[in-house]
């Protein structure tokens, strides 16, 4: 998609598609009050909580806490997570030329939220698995060369939703998505940085009108 593309499209797009994975979680709360357990959220409260609690109530806590079905809220956690990556995934697509596009980059940043968010599901309760894990990571040579800079900011963006959903903290990654897809849709539109000659930019910069625009 050109910029001379409106903006208005997929701004629609993205706005209806959050409405409705909102309304669908709310409604699913509503509906079938026994399925709160297993929802993916009031992790950072329970993080919180355990901060805050003696070496005797962290243990209550914690077996409380593994008595839970761990797998189902990872299976929700999951779900939501890829929901909220999937516009992310969009908005790659429409600011990115076409022949710029890696459709393997598109993928990985649709998927790494699954593995992150399993990942900080396995080791949050475990100090020495968070250790062994990041020595497996540190023995295993994983090469990944990014053709953009930017291309960074959506695999922390990727990470940041994973561990949000993987910690139950899903609403933070809802927050993240929301603000990761309007803010890079409202700069793509603007070209931010694109023309520093502008009355304003010309102040702040130093720079003079007849400059060449960058």
Not at 1 to 11: C, F, G, Q, V, Y
Not at 101 to 117: G, N, W, Y
């Amino acid at each position: 998609m050109r910029k001379s593309t409106p903006i208005a499209a997929p701004l629609f797009v993205v706005t209806v598609y959050y409405a409705l994975c909102l309304s669908g979680f709310w409604m699913l709360a509503q509906w079938y009050p026994s399925i709160d357990p297993y929802l993916p959220v009031g992790g950072i409260e329970e993080l919180v909580q355990r901060g805050q609690v003696t070496l005797q109530e962290v243990e209550v806590i914690t077996s409380a806490f593994l008595d839970t079905p761990r797998t189902s809220r990872l299976a929700l956690a999951i779900l939501c997570a890829t929901l909220l990556m999937a516009p992310i995934t969009w908005i790659y697509f429409i600011t990115t030329g076409d022949k710029s596009i890696d459709r393997s980059f598109a993928q990985t940043i649709l998927l790494l939220p699954i593995i992150v968010a399993g990942i900080a599901t396995i080791v949050q309760n475990s100090l020495p698995l968070a250790f062994s894990l990041a020595g497996v990571v540190a023995a295993v040579r994983f090469r990944f060369t990014l053709d953009e800079p930017s291309h960074t900011l959506y695999i922390f963006a990727a990470i940041t939703i994973g561990l949000g959903a993987g910690i139950s903290a899903i609403t933070i990654s809802a927050v993240v998505s929301v603000a990761f897809v309007y803010a890079t849709l409202l700069l793509w539109r603007l070209d931010y940085g694109r023309n520093l000659n502008s009355p304003f930019f010309s102040f702040l910069t130093g720079r003079d009108h007849q400059d060449d625009d960058f």
